[in-house]
């Protein structure tokens, strides 16, 4: 008897409600279903069926079977479809859902190359900061960035982030360089406003094992990233935020870094994904890819 085999017909029969419907639906005789089950009884020396001429219940034994070989057919599915797809070309839709920062700055001017080495894959990306239900939602692939919540998900990290503080080259000139964070309250700041609590968030420092953490009174504060960084290149006043953030201005010199020696450690980017999904072809494509996006 192949047990595996035996315990698809048991949940068979119970979910067709007989042993005669099974066998139709399953295009075997009433005989060899009758069998099967009569095997698995033996096996397990235990009476999976009540029955009689005129109905059919699972006994507290046959309950408990029931649901375990559902979740044990439901992961050998998983796993044959898992070993399946690792060997094939990556191709079919992929769902992905990642912060409107990481996808602008990042991953959208990156996709001309992503589309050139997959172009079996079709891409639907989904831009957000919630979080959100990877099963119900229909998505492959997240980004996130922080603290992630305990789950069954397969977290890779992709980047570890820095606080970075930084202002314009105007307005530095215009109004000098602070030497200490603690020097900031003399200063034009830009806060970054948390869109549940309606809060500033505190800037963070570290040197030399000493922590140090700044609430602003901003002039200004705003909910959205991009925002608060174009109204520090426009000279508005000193902002803090996470090197993956400001990385392209500083880069363009739009921005410049200032008590550098105070950067503190900032939350890591990571890439998630399902567990049953860690060797599909189109999965592992985007993970190599947002790997290597943030890698170079």
């Known amino acids: 008897m192949d047990r595996l085999d035996a315990l698809r017909m048991f949940c068979k029969v119970v979910e067709f409600g ?73 191709s079919g839709s992929l ?8 996808s602008r700055m990042y991953v959208a001017p990156a996709l001309p190359r992503f589309i050139a080495a997959y172009p079996d894959i079709t891409l639907k990306i989904t831009v957000g900061d919630r979080n959100i239900d990877m099963v119900e939602e229909g998505v ?5 960035i922080g603290d992630l919540p305990s789950s069954n998900l397969i977290a890779k990290s992709l980047y570890k982030t820095d ?27 830009l806060s970054f406003l948390k869109p549940n609590s309606r809060q500033v968030r505190p800037w963070t420092f570290e040197k030399d094992g000493e922590k140090f953490q700044h609430i602003p009174q901003p002039l200004i504060a705003i909910d959205h990233v991009a925002s608060l960084i174009e109204a520090a290149k426009a000279g508005a006043g000193i902002v803090q935020h996470m090197s993956v953030s400001v990385a392209e201005s500083l ?23 399902q567990q049953k999904h860690h060797r599909a072809a189109k999965i592992k ?12």
């Open 18 to 90: 007989g042993f005669s419907r099974a066998a139709d639906k399953m295009g075997v005789s009433t005989s060899s279903v009758t069998n099967q089950i009569a095997a698995l009884e033996k096996h397990f020396n235990i009476k999976l069926l009540n029955r009689t001429t005129r109905s059919m219940s699972l006994t507290e034994e046959g309950r408990q079977c029931y649901e375990q070989a559902l979740r044990l057919i439901s992961d050998m599915e998983d796993l044959e479809g898992s070993l399946l797809q690792s060997n094939q070309k990556p």
């Open 95 to 102: 769902r992905v859902d990642m912060p409107s920062i990481i």
């Open 140 to 144: 492959d692939v997240l980004i996130r």
């Open 163 to 189: 606080y970075v503080c930084c202002a314009s080259p105007a307005f530095l000139e215009k109004h000098g360089v602070p030497a200490t964070p603690e020097d900031l309250a003399q200063f034009p700041c």
């Open 251 to 273: 880069r363009a010199g739009s921005l410049v870094p200032i008590l550098r020696d105070w950067a503190a450690p900032g939350p890591e980017v990571s890439v998630l994904f």
């Open 285 to 296: 494509a985007f993970v190599d890819f947002a790997e290597d996006l943030f890698k170079n």
